[in-house]
C-alpha cells in the first residue's frame, strides 16, 4: 500500500489537499480531502450593518460571486419583510445578473478548470489503443481542451481551441455584467429591497450584443447545434425519455457521418457536449452507441449506494410576470427552474426549506446569542432601510426599457440558460 498525497490540489484556487491511499494493482482504496484556508465569513459579517452582506459574501467566490450577493439580498428582503414588495423590474435585474454570471461561472468552471484534463496524455494512451478513431478524438480533445501552458516530454502543445474561446466569451460576460453591475467580479448591484442601477437604452442594446456573441459559440463550439434547437428537444421535451432519444438520435448522426472518414470536428457538428457524452461515458459511448472505446469516466469517483446520493435545486430565476415580490421560501411553481429534491432512486421529492439547517460544531466559529440582533435593533434597522428605499432604487428601470428587458433581452438569454 502506497500513500499518495495532492496538496494543494490544482484548478480549484489551491485550498485543497487529497491524501489516497493506493494498492499494488493502481486502485485508490482509500481518500480524505481538507479545506485548509480559513476564510472566516461568518466572523467578517459579525457586528457589521446586515446590509453589507450582499456586498461582502460575493467574495466568497470570484468565478460565482453573483449567486452569493442574490442569496445574502434574498435574506436581507426576507429579513426586513420586504420580499412582498420587491419591484418585477429588479426581479428581471437579478435573473439577468445572475444569469450572465452562470454562463460565465460554467465556462471557467467546464473549460479552464475542468476541461483540461481532457488533455492528459493518460486519455491519448487510452484512446490510440483502437487505431484511427482513437487517434482522431485524442486530437480533437487535446486541439479543444489544452490549457495556456501545456507540455508533455518536452513538447509544448499549443492551447485548445474551445479554452481559448472560453476565455473570450468569459471576458464578453463580464463587460456585460460591468455595464449593470459596476464591475466584475464582487460587482455592486444587488440591495435589500432591489437593485441599485437602471439601465439604458444604450446598455440593454449592448447586454444583447454581448448575448448574441456568446450564443454563437454556445452553436459552434459547445453544442454543435443552436440553443434553440438544443432546448426545444431536451429541456421542453413533452417527456424526459424523448429528451434522452434526441440526445442519442443525434449522437448516432453525427456518428454515421464521422466514422467512416474520422472527422469529429467542430465543423462537422461535433460540439463538445456531444463529442464528450460519446466518448466519455462508457454508458452512452459503448453500451448504447456501440463504440469500441470510452473513457469510461462514469467510473470515476462515484457512489454505487443510490441512498447516498441526491441533487438538491433551491430554484433559479424569479418569475416577474406574477407580478411584484416573491416567496423567499422558493415553492416550485415560483421560480423559471423549479425548486426539489431528486433522490439516488430518481424520485422527485419537494422541496422544504425547514429542512436546511446550518451546523458550527466543526468551525472556526461560534454562534453566540449576544452577537444576535434584537427587539429596538432591528426594528431601528428596518425602519432605516424603508426610508433608504428611495422611488429610485424601487423604479429601476422606465417602461420603455422595461418592455426591451423582458422581452427583447431575455429571449436569448433565456435559451442559453435552459442549455
Known sequence: MVQVTVDPLSRIEGHYRVNTEVDADGVITDAQSSGLVFRGFERLLQKH??????????????VCPVCHSIAAANALDDLFGVADQVPKDALVMRNIHQGMNLIASHAVHIYVLWGPDLANPA????????????????????????????QYNGTTYPAGSSYLGAIRELRRLHVGISLIAGKMPHSVLQHVGGVVYSPNFGDIQKLEAYVSETAKFVE???????????IENTYRASSPQKAVNFVLERLQELLDNSLSNNDFSHSSGWGDVPLFAAFGSELIGEKLLGLPISMKMEHAGVYTDPDKIGFLSYGLFFKPEKGEGYDPTSPADSRVIPSGYMNGHLELEKFDYRKISESTAHALYIDEERDRLHGTELLFLKTTLMKSITPEVRKVVTPGQRLLIMVAFPVKLGLLLAS
Open 220 to 230: 459552434t463550439s459547445t453544442l454543435g447545434v443552436s440553443p434553440g434547437t438544443w
Open 123 to 150: 486519455y491519448r494512451d487510452i484512446l490510440t489503443q483502437y487505431g484511427d478513431v482513437g487517434n482522431a478524438v485524442w486530437g480533437e480533445l487535446v486541439g479543444r481542451f489544452a490549457p495556456l501552458v501545456n
Open 49 to 62: 450593518d446586515p446590509r453589507d452582506a450582499a456586498l461582502m459574501t460575493m467574495r466568497i467566490c470570484g
